[in-house]
């Protein structure tokens, strides 16, 4: 760099507001890309568990039998990869970061209870047709029983 761009280089500087801001007495600039912490639906959530197959730094668990997702958010890198890969997308990432802390403490989100299943309910000429196959059934096993003690 030659003296006279240097010059005016420090020179414009002088002039220039600084290019920090003085962070956390003025809140940052926050953009829409923003990765911060991962957030969770949980009422949408199915518990499958790809997030936590997906995440490099084993940051989520998912346990499916007591519906709950948990976690680590000191362990998070920000890759954003649990939400690109949840069939529900019920993940996304908050623009704000996780607040400093002086434990490393894990967050439990608790699902909702499962939907109750849904009731088969018959209809008359079902049950009679079922009815019919299993007597049907039960005809050919016996047959098959008589012609058995037949042989022997
Ligand atoms: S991938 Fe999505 S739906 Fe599946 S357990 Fe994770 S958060 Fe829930
Ligand atoms: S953003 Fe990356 S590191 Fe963080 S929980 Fe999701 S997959 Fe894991």
């Given at each position: 760099m030659s003296f006279m761009s240097f010059a005016s280089e420090m020179l414009g500087n002088l002039f220039k507001?600084?290019?920090?801001?003085?962070?956390p007495f003025k809140p940052r600039k926050v953009y829409e890309a923003d990765r911060g912490k991962v957030i969770n639906n949980?009422?949408?959530?199915?518990?499958?568990g790809m997030c936590m197959r997906n995440c490099p730094s084993d940051a989520i668990t998912v346990d499916r039998n007591a519906r709950t997702w948990k976690i680590n958010r000191f362990a998070?890198?920000?890759?954003?990869e649990c939400v690109t890969n949840c069939p529900k997308k019920c993940l996304s990432m908050d623009t704000e970061y996780t607040a400093p802390a002086t434990e490393k403490t894990e967050e439990v989100l608790q699902g909702p209870p499962p939907p109750p299943k849904p009731q088969l309910v018959l209809t008359e000429a079902q049950k009679a047709a079922i009815a019919a196959a299993q007597a049907k059934k039960a005809a050919a096993q016996k047959a098959a029983a008589e012609a058995g003690q037949a042989k022997a």
């Amino acid at each position: 760099m030659s003296f006279m761009s240097f010059a005016s280089e420090m020179l414009g500087n002088l002039f220039k507001p600084p290019a920090t801001s003085q962070y956390p007495f003025k809140p940052r600039k926050v953009y829409e890309a923003d990765r911060g912490k991962v957030i969770n639906n949980i009422d949408n959530c199915i518990f499958c568990g790809m997030c936590m197959r997906n995440c490099p730094s084993d940051a989520i668990t998912v346990d499916r039998n007591a519906r709950t997702w948990k976690i680590n958010r000191f362990a998070c890198v920000q890759c954003k990869e649990c939400v690109t890969n949840c069939p529900k997308k019920c993940l996304s990432m908050d623009t704000e970061y996780t607040a400093p802390a002086t434990e490393k403490t894990e967050e439990v989100l608790q699902g909702p209870p499962p939907p109750p299943k849904p009731q088969l309910v018959l209809t008359e000429a079902q049950k009679a047709a079922i009815a019919a196959a299993q007597a049907k059934k039960a005809a050919a096993q016996k047959a098959a029983a008589e012609a058995g003690q037949a042989k022997a």
